[in-house]
């Protein structure tokens, strides 16, 4: 028996396995403008199937985590969409059948929003938030489709990621730099992984409705909350009640010579003061 958890609200739904294709757009499309993108994938005009599959490849296996919970917003299509992405992605495009289920299509509906959250390690909540039962996968270009039931443990078909779109040096970078320090800070706390939206779907208060039901959950839970972020995110973030912990500079290598920052902040729960959730928005 699961502890109680907030209702979804509006069109915030838990994430299927069939919304993976989609959720990949989606994420490419919102990361681009993050200076972490750049940083990160300075080869993403010439790899921008790569970058597809590697952004479907980290929400599938968050999706697949039980101590995980991600959380989509769907929104009526914009069959113009592509014309708000960077021009690599927009020709590299998938069409609508190939990236959003038909039972959306037919609503004329689409996922424009997707916020992953992990839990703790041992958690009572483990496993509460993972979807169940038999779904559809269509995996863009691939052309492949499965039915896989959670319960029996069918494997998802392989979806290749290659990374070439990624730089080595960035990598290491990051995990020599920024990741100590996340874990010198947000020891022992959740963690809110990725939080994305669609620019074709922009101010209509999407990020915020997936953002309120962790707020909720974190004062249910009386625990508190992190983010580690682009200095893009602090102004949304700080309007959310989050104070700067600290910023960690990540240096620059001759590709992207210049240096990435992150901004770490915490947000606490009524009674609660060591106990945080980590949240990292790139």
């Not at 997707?114 to 993972?130: K, N, Y």
């Not at 020599?176 to 939080?195: A, G, N």
């Amino acid at each position: 028996m699961f502890p109680p958890a907030p209702p979804f609200a509006g069109t915030v739904r838990l994430a299927k396995l069939a919304d993976i294709p989609r959720i990949g757009v989606v994420a490419a499309a919102s990361f681009y403008h993050s200076s972490w993108f750049q940083y990160e994938r300075p080869y993403y005009e010439k790899y921008p199937f790569d970058t597809l599959s590697s952004y479907r490849d980290s929400f599938r296996k968050a999706i697949q985590d039980p101590d995980s919970v991600v959380l989509v917003v769907e929104d009526s299509l914009d069959q113009n969409e592509s014309q708000h992405v960077y021009d690599a992605l927009a020709k590299a495009y998938p069409p609508f059948k190939e990236q959003i289920p038909d039972e959306c299509l037919k609503k004329r509906k689409a996922v424009v929003s997707v916020a992953a959250f992990s839990l703790l390690p041992g958690s009572s909540r483990h496993g509460q938030f993972q979807p169940q039962g038999l779904f559809l996968l269509n995996y863009d270009f691939l052309e492949w489709k499965v039915n896989l039931n959670l319960d029996d443990g069918t494997k998802l078909p392989d979806d290749p990621v290659n990374n070439r779109d990624i730089n080595p040096t960035a990598t290491e970078n990051i995990s020599k730099m920024l990741y100590p320090k996340e874990v010198e800070t947000f020891k022992h706390h959740f963690v809110i992984d990725m939080m994305v939206t669609h620019p074709a779907y922009w101010r209509r208060g999407h990020a915020s409705a997936t953002t309120k039901w962790y707020l909720e959950l974190s004062e249910l839970d009386h625990v508190g909350i992190g983010v580690s972020g682009a200095p893009m995110g602090k102004i949304f973030f700080s309007s959310l009640g989050f104070k700067e912990s600290s910023t960690v500079e990540v240096p620059g290598y001759p590709e992207h010579p210049e240096s990435v920052f992150a901004w770490l902040g915490l947000r606490e729960a009524r009674g609660t003061s060591s106990t945080s959730i980590q949240c990292v928005v790139l």
